[in-house]
């Protein structure tokens, strides 16, 4: 297909100057979009509540409870301090879904206001809070395959701003709902804007590094970074409405390097667009300081030779669904769908987690930066494939230890901490699969599918987001079981890993012969195969 196009990337430094402002247009985006993602993390967050017991009309306090649109069977109160002085009320210190029948009153502690303690999430109404996170992670699977077919139809570019800018405009909308429903909605497109902007903040640079480069520019934590952020935000901030508008300015803020950011150089190859990719082959030249170059090595008109069939959404998928690459979506889909399940269900299960919930986050966010030289450690230096398998062999056996831990050590405080700690790594640690598998997964599609391609596969960990909420029980008595099932998706990703190409060191583009034959990656050699 474009040969030519990553040996011109290799003439012009496979990571000079010019792909470090992309990068850092890229992943300047992206810092919105963890936000954004993990915002339901504090806002599912229960700070504690008290019963007030007693004749409500006893108490007389300027609150107003409706304010918060709590449509319970109890009054909402947020101000603790402002009943102190009403006589023949008992107040039960810490509240319990066990007499919440017959409280007048629900006291939120003054400590954090968050989605929980605007809308009274809690005892029997606490299922909508996993409802909303719910609904978020669906927008956030849609978007995620929107953002793929749209990259490929009108450019990577064009995808990854529209994204940035729904993220800033539904964040702000969001920040003044009037209901729980209201907002639910709001976090359905708030999901599209993360979904679309994650997908692409990956691909997007990615095109314009050659494979060493793809493999090692992960291993910049800036995930890690962007959620140790976002918990210092949380904890200064402790309001909801407030950083949901700090979460849109940010959005709003990274959509300026759009007037910057070129379109992929692959993609206008592929796509027929001679005339700006040949301007923006000379741009990259001048940012790497590299000679100008001879127009042969930016004429790229044999790049879309047999490509043109695969501009559409139909002949996308059928391209898709043939082998060798239905087997590489399957596949890649699955693993996706369990990486996330055990890394998200660890994230949205901080709150159950046995110490201050704050601290838990904080130190969440940084225990995943030291881990982040995994990444290229071992998805360059073993390969994609043995990378990702012996991550995962690590995460399998460091669950089991948390299922042992659970019974064999009758002490709480020191199984508490000791299940925390090693569910923390073990979070870490998927985060750095993950992240290989993302680039393997890049790596595995033509240029012509390659973003739907990937973003069907990336969809699965949309989806396994969906259901991480409800892998970690409420009830920390059954927390064992969380762990017992991450053990068994580590050892499925471990089989299905080893089923797929090692992409390694190859090229990130197939080639097309004038009969339609496609040059495919298997096991590490390259070779031609007709799509039959």
């Given at each position: 297909?474009?040969?030519?196009v990553?040996?011109?990337?290799?003439?012009?430094?496979?990571?000079?100057?010019?792909q470090?402002?992309?990068?850092v247009?890229?992943?300047?985006?992206?810092?919105?979009?963890?936000?954004?993602?993990?915002?339901?993390?504090?806002?599912?967050?229960?700070?504690?509540?008290?019963?007030?017991?007693?004749?409500?009309?006893?108490l007389?306090?300027?609150?107003?409870?409706?304010?918060?649109?709590y449509?319970g069977?109890?009054?909402?109160?947020?101000?603790?301090?402002?009943?102190?002085?009403?006589?023949?009320v008992?107040?039960?210190?810490?509240?319990?879904?066990?007499?919440?029948?017959?409280?007048?009153?629900v006291?939120f502690?003054?400590?954090?206001?968050?989605v929980?303690?605007?809308w009274?999430?809690v005892?029997?109404?606490?299922?909508?809070?996993?409802?909303?996170?719910?609904v978020?992670?669906?927008?956030?699977?849609v978007?995620?395959?929107?953002?793929?077919?749209?990259?490929?139809s009108?450019?990577?570019?064009?995808?990854?701003?529209?994204?940035?800018?729904?993220?800033?405009v539904?964040?702000?909308?969001?920040?003044?709902?009037?209901?729980?429903?209201?907002?639910?909605?709001?976090?359905?497109?708030i999901?599209?804007?993360?979904?679309?902007?994650v997908?692409?903040?990956?691909?997007?640079?990615?095109e314009?590094?050659?494979?060493?480069?793809?493999?090692?520019?992960?291993?910049?934590?800036?995930?890690?970074?962007?959620?140790?952020?976002?918990?210092?935000?949380a904890?200064?901030?402790r309001d909801?409405?407030?950083?949901?508008?700090?979460i849109?300015?940010?959005?709003?803020?990274?959509?300026?390097?759009?007037?910057?950011?070129?379109?992929?150089?692959?993609?206008?190859?592929?796509?027929?667009k001679?005339?700006?990719?040949?301007?923006?082959?000379?741009?990259?030249c001048?940012?790497n300081?590299?000679?100008?170059?001879?127009?042969?090595?930016?004429?790229f008109?044999?790049?879309?030779?047999?490509?043109?069939?695969?501009?559409?959404?139909?002949?996308?998928?059928?391209?898709?669904?043939?082998k060798?690459?239905?087997?590489?979506?399957?596949?890649?889909?699955?693993?996706?769908?369990?990486?996330?399940?055990?890394?998200?269900?660890?994230?949205?299960?901080?709150?159950?987690m046995?110490?201050?919930?704050?601290?838990?986050?904080?130190?969440?966010?940084?225990?995943?930066?030291?881990?982040?030289?995994?990444?290229?450690?071992?998805?360059?230096?073993?390969?994609?494939?043995?990378?990702?398998?012996?991550?995962?062999i690590?995460?399998?056996?460091?669950?089991?230890?948390?299922v042992?831990?659970?019974?064999?050590?009758?002490?709480?405080?020191?199984?508490?901490m000791?299940?925390t700690?090693?569910?923390?790594?073990?979070?870490?640690?998927?985060?750095?699969?993950?992240s290989?598998?993302?680039?393997?997964?890049?790596?595995?599609?033509?240029?012509?599918?390659?973003?739907?391609?990937y973003?069907?596969?990336?969809?699965?960990?949309?989806?396994?987001?969906?259901?991480a909420p409800?892998?970690?029980?409420?009830?920390?008595?059954?927390?064992?079981?969380?762990?017992?099932?991450?053990?068994?998706?580590?050892?499925?990703?471990?089989?299905?890993?080893?089923?797929?190409?090692?992409t390694?060191?190859?090229d990130?583009?197939?080639d097309?012969?004038?009969t339609?034959?496609?040059?495919?990656?298997?096991?590490g050699?390259?070779?031609?195969?007709?799509?039959i």
């Amino acid at each position: 297909m474009d040969g030519h196009v990553e040996r011109f990337v290799n003439d012009v430094a496979g990571c000079g100057m010019f792909q470090v402002l992309v990068a850092v247009c890229a992943y300047s985006t992206r810092l919105g979009a963890v936000w954004a993602m993990v915002f339901m993390s504090f806002g599912s967050y229960n700070p504690g509540w008290e019963c007030v017991l007693g004749n409500a009309t006893q108490l007389t306090t300027k609150t107003d409870a409706t304010q918060n649109n709590y449509t319970g069977d109890h009054e909402l109160l947020h101000n603790y301090t402002e009943y102190n002085n009403v006589l023949n009320v008992s107040v039960t210190k810490e509240g319990s879904c066990e007499i919440i029948d017959s409280c007048a009153q629900v006291i939120f502690s003054r400590d954090s206001s968050t989605v929980t303690t605007q809308w009274g999430l809690v005892c029997g109404r606490s299922w909508i809070a996993s409802v909303i996170t719910s609904v978020q992670m669906v927008g956030i699977t849609v978007g995620a395959y929107l953002a793929g077919w749209l990259a490929d139809s009108w450019g990577r570019k064009v995808s990854l701003y529209v994204w940035v800018l729904l993220g800033a405009v539904s964040n702000a909308v969001a920040a003044f709902s009037t209901s729980w429903q209201m907002f639910a909605a709001l976090r359905l497109f708030i999901g599209l804007s993360v979904g679309g902007t994650v997908g692409m903040t990956y691909l997007y640079p990615f095109e314009f590094l050659n494979s060493k480069w793809r493999g090692s520019i992960l291993g910049i934590p800036h995930w890690p970074l962007s959620v140790t952020c976002f918990g210092v935000l949380a904890f200064l901030l402790r309001d909801w409405q407030t950083i949901h508008m700090a979460i849109a300015v940010c959005f709003a803020v990274t959509s300026l390097s759009g007037f910057w950011a070129p379109e992929s150089l692959r993609w206008l190859a592929v796509n027929g667009k001679h005339v700006k990719s040949e301007k923006l082959a000379r741009k990259i030249c001048r940012y790497n300081k590299k000679p100008p170059p001879q127009p042969g090595d930016i004429t790229f008109l044999f790049c879309e030779q047999g490509e043109k069939a695969a501009t559409n959404i139909i002949s996308t998928f059928r391209i898709l669904l043939r082998k060798p690459l239905l087997k590489r979506v399957i596949f890649s889909f699955s693993i996706h769908f369990s990486v996330s399940i055990m890394y998200y269900a660890i994230v949205f299960g901080i709150q159950i987690m046995f110490g201050d919930f704050y601290i838990n986050f904080v130190v969440f966010s940084l225990f995943t930066i030291p881990a982040a030289p995994l990444i290229p450690l071992f998805g360059q230096k073993l390969g994609r494939r043995l990378g990702i398998f012996w991550l995962m062999i690590i995460m399998g056996m460091l669950a089991l230890a948390i299922v042992v831990i659970f019974f064999a050590l009758e002490n709480n405080a020191v199984r508490g901490m000791s299940i925390t700690i090693i569910a923390i790594i073990i979070a870490a640690l998927a985060d750095a699969a993950w992240s290989i598998k993302i680039v393997m997964t890049s790596e595995l599609f033509p240029t012509s599918v390659r973003a739907t391609g990937y973003s069907l596969c990336y969809l699965g960990g949309r989806l396994g987001g969906i259901v991480a909420p409800y892998v970690l029980p409420g009830d920390y008595s059954q927390l064992y079981v969380s762990y017992l099932v991450m053990m068994v998706l580590s050892l499925l990703c471990c089989a299905m890993v080893l089923a797929l190409p090692e992409t390694k060191g190859q090229d990130m583009e197939c080639d097309d012969d004038e009969t339609g034959g496609k040059h495919f990656l298997t096991g590490g050699k390259t070779h031609i195969k007709t799509l039959i």
